[in-house]
C-alpha cells in the first residue's frame, strides 16, 4: 500500500484543519474511526501514513487528500519523500516576478543602526516593485533610512513557499533600494496597490522596494 | 502582556523559544557583494544555539562566520491575517571541532536541499524577540 510522510507540513495542516473546525483530536478519531493516540502521532510525528489512513482523516476533516499533503501550493505533490532526490534551479528574473506577484508575506532585511533586521510584512507588487505598509515615524521607518538626504537604504526583501512534507519549493530573492513615499501623487498611486496590514490604519507610511536584483532558486522531487 | 507601537502583542522569550522549536524552516540573512541576503534554511533547535546545516563552499557558509547573523521563523494562516513571527540574532559561527560535527549531525535536522550538506552553522540565541500577529491569542 503506498504510504505517505505525515509529520512536518502535512501533520501540521491536520492539526490545523482540526483546530479550524473545532475539533479535539478524540472528535477527530471519532468520526475517522481512529484513537486519539493516533491522530496525535499523525500530527506530531514524522511517520508513515496509509493512503487509506490519510483518506479517512481527509474525509472526517471534509477535506482532500491533496489539500492535507500541500496541494494547494504552487507545485504538485512530490512523490518522493525525503529519501527522493532533488534537483536545485536557479529561476530566471521574469519567472521570479511571476511567482511573486500575487502578493501576500514576505520578509524584508537590513542593516540597521544596531545591526541586521529581519520581519515578515505584508506587500503587494504594484507598478513593478514592492509595497508594504509601516508606521509613519515608527521604529521600521525611523531605521529603514540612511540619515542621508536623498540615499535610500539597499534592502533584501524574500518570498518563499515550501512544503517541507514534499520536500518542494521556490524562493525568491529581490534587492534594492527602499524607497519611501513621501508625494501626495504617489501616496495616492501606491494606495491603489491595497496592501493590506497586519495592524489596520495605524500603518499610515509606504516604502516601495525597487528590485534592482531579483533571483530566485526552484527545488524539485525528481 | 506587552503590544508595540503597531499594536501587536510582543511575545516573551520563553514563547518565541517554543515557537521557533516548532518549525522546521527559517529564513537567514546575511550580506553577499554588500547587500543583505535573505535564505530560506532547515533548522533545528539546540537547546540555546540555532543549527543549521549547509553545503561547504556556498554563498550562506561563507558569509556566516563569525559575524552577526539575524534570523527569523513565522508561521501565518492561509490568508496571512494571523500568525506569529521570531527573530533571532546573534553571533554565529562555523562548526569546526569534529567531536562537535558529530554530534551536530546526530540532531534531527531535514535535508532536502541537493548538494553537499556537510557544513555546519551555530548561531547561539543572544538577542531573540516576537511578535503574535492577528488575534490568535
Not at chain 1, 492535507?68 to 527522493?84: A, I
Not at chain 1, 528574473?93 to 520581519?119: D, H, K, M, N, T
Request: one cysteine or more; proline letters at 5%.
Amino acid at each position: 500500500m503506498t504510504q505517505h510522510t505525515t509529520g512536518g507540513d502535512t501533520g501540521r495542516r491536520i492539526a490545523r484543519r482540526r483546530q479550524d473546525l473545532g475539533l479535539t483530536r478524540e472528535e477527530l478519531g471519532e468520526r475517522a474511526g481512529m484513537v486519539p493516540g493516533y491522530i496525535q502521532y499523525v500530527e506530531e510525528s514524522t511517520t508513515p501514513i496509509t493512503t487509506g489512513d490519510l483518506l479517512r482523516l481527509a474525509a472526517a476533516l471534509d477535506t482532500t487528500v491533496d489539500e492535507l499533503l500541500g496541494g494547494d501550493q504552487e507545485e504538485p505533490p512530490g512523490r518522493s519523500g525525503p529519501t527522493g532526490r532533488q534537483e536545485l534551479k536557479p529561476l530566471g528574473r521574469e519567472e521570479c516576478l511571476r511567482l511573486i506577484s500575487p502578493g501576500g508575506i514576505g520578509r524584508i532585511a537590513w542593516y540597521g543602526l544596531s545591526g541586521p533586521v529581519v520581519l515578515p510584512v505584508n506587500y503587494k507588487l504594484h507598478d513593478g516593485a514592492i509595497v508594504f505598509r509601516t508606521k509613519r515615524g515608527g521604529p521600521i521607518d525611523e531605521d529603514l533610512r540612511t540619515g542621508i538626504e536623498g540615499v535610500e537604504i539597499k534592502v533584501g526583501f524574500e518570498v518563499d513557499r515550501i512544503d517541507e512534507a514534499n520536500h518542494e519549493g521556490w524562493s525568491v530573492l529581490v534587492q534594492g533600494p527602499a524607497h519611501h513615499v513621501t508625494s501626495e501623487e504617489e501616496i495616492a498611486k501606491v494606495a491603489e496597490a491595497g496592501v493590506e496590514s497586519w495592524a489596520g490604519d495605524r500603518l499610515d507610511h509606504y516604502v516601495r522596494i525597487i528590485p534592482h536584483q531579483v533571483t530566485g532558486r526552484r527545488i524539485t522531487s525528481l | 502582556m506587552t503590544i508595540d507601537s503597531v499594536g501587536l502583542r510582543v511575545l516573551t522569550r520563553a514563547e518565541c523559544v517554543d515557537l521557533l522549536g516548532s518549525t522546521p524552516i527559517g529564513r537567514i540573512v546575511f550580506t553577499d557583494r554588500a547587500l543583505p541576503a535573505v535564505q530560506p534554511v532547515n533548522f533545528v533547535l539546540d537547546g540555546q544555539n540555532v543549527v543549521i546545516r549547509t553545503g561547504l563552499g556556498t554563498k550562506l557558509a561563507a558569509a556566516a562566520r563569525n559575524t552577526v547573523v539575524a534570523f527569523e521563523a513565522d508561521e501565518f494562516d492561509k490568508e496571512g491575517r494571523t500568525g506569529w513571527s521570531v527573530t533571532v540574532i546573534g553571533h554565529a559561527r562555523a562548526a569546526t571541532d569534529p567531536a562537535e560535527i558529530a554530534r551536530l549531525s546526530r540532531l534531527p535536522l531535514t535535508l532536502w536541499v541537493p548538494g553537499g550538506r556537510d557544513h555546519y552553522i551555530v548561531l547561539p540565541i543572544e538577542h531573540i524577540s516576537g511578535r503574535m500577529i492577528g488575534d490568535r491569542d
